[in-house]
């Protein structure tokens, strides 16, 4: 198991052992500061092989940079080292993906406005992408398309890119935050969904003060005339009595788990 915190530290952790007089399970390995200088804010892993070289972590951080290390070195403890930092940002980073499936593209959006793709193998920034959301606190890559990616921040809009052309959006979304939520704070991170027995695919998310989840479908502004349009919630459902809003949402194919307000974790899959 792996845990990041906000000391900028990042924990490796055996649970096949744990202490005998608090149950803790066994720190084989704690980061020091040559991995950040502080908070981590967050964490993305891939892997990509079978040994420890072939998993890779990456980090944001309050220190305002990006890195990618592998599990070797976080299993030296205070001695790891980063193979790859970006200081690209001016700002906390506060989201990080790595595209996977062997890709060194990893996604980054930070505080100081700005959205980023870095290549950690060449050492450069092959994309950037300034205001697009007010304080962007979300990047995530498509599991089927190696060129498509959304955004999120704290407004009411959802952006898919093009890696090709980030010069203008894709397609926008919108419709999932509620009119009456003047002002979002909260994080509420968009994410990829398939649907059984549909040749589409979809973007899922939670909204501030919805009690509900939102579904859009990708690819209903295909015309060239209608692509400044914001593309409509295509299909909502509203949680169970007292949940609260949607927290975290995870998505595996055409599953989702869901963590809500109310302290549960619910396991959903849309129908088509």
Not at 104 to 117: C, F, H, K, P
Request: proline fraction near 3%; hydrophobic fraction near 30%; glycine fraction near 8%.
């Amino acid at each position: 198991l792996l845990t990041a915190a906000n000391d900028g530290s990042v924990c490796l952790w055996d649970l096949r052992c744990s202490s005998c007089s608090t149950g803790t399970s066994k720190n084989i390995a704690t980061t020091g500061k040559l991995l950040h200088k502080s908070g981590i804010f967050s964490m993305h892993i891939d892997w990509d092989g079978s040994n420890y070289d072939d998993l890779f972590i990456c980090t944001g951080s309050k220190d305002k940079t990006l890195a990618v290390t592998t599990l070797s070195s976080i299993s030296l403890g205070a001695k790891c080292s980063p193979f790859f930092v970006s200081h690209h940002h001016t700002s906390k980073v506060g989201c990080v993906q790595l595209q996977g499936r062997g890709s060194t593209l990893v996604g980054s959006a930070s505080d100081d406005g700005s959205i980023a793709v870095h290549d950690y193998r060449v050492n450069t920034v092959v994309a950037n992408i300034d205001y697009a959301h007010n304080k962007p606190h979300s990047v995530v890559w498509s599991p089927y398309d190696k060129f498509s990616f959304i955004t999120a921040g704290y407004d009411d809009t959802i952006h898919r890119w093009d890696l090709r052309n980030v010069s203008r959006t894709a397609e926008s979304y919108c419709g999932h935050v509620p009119l009456t939520t003047k002002q979002c704070k909260r994080i509420h991170r968009p994410c990829f969904l398939s649907i059984p027995n549909s040749s589409h695919q979809y973007i899922l998310s939670g909204s501030e003060n919805s009690s509900c989840l939102s579904i859009f479908k990708i690819g209903s502004n295909s015309n060239e005339s209608t692509q400044n349009d914001k593309v409509p919630v295509y299909s909502r459902g509203n949680l169970p009595r007292d949940c609260g809003d949607v927290g975290c949402i995870v998505s595996a194919g055409c599953n989702a788990a869901i963590a809500v307000d109310g302290g549960e974790v619910l396991l959903i899959e849309p129908q088509g």
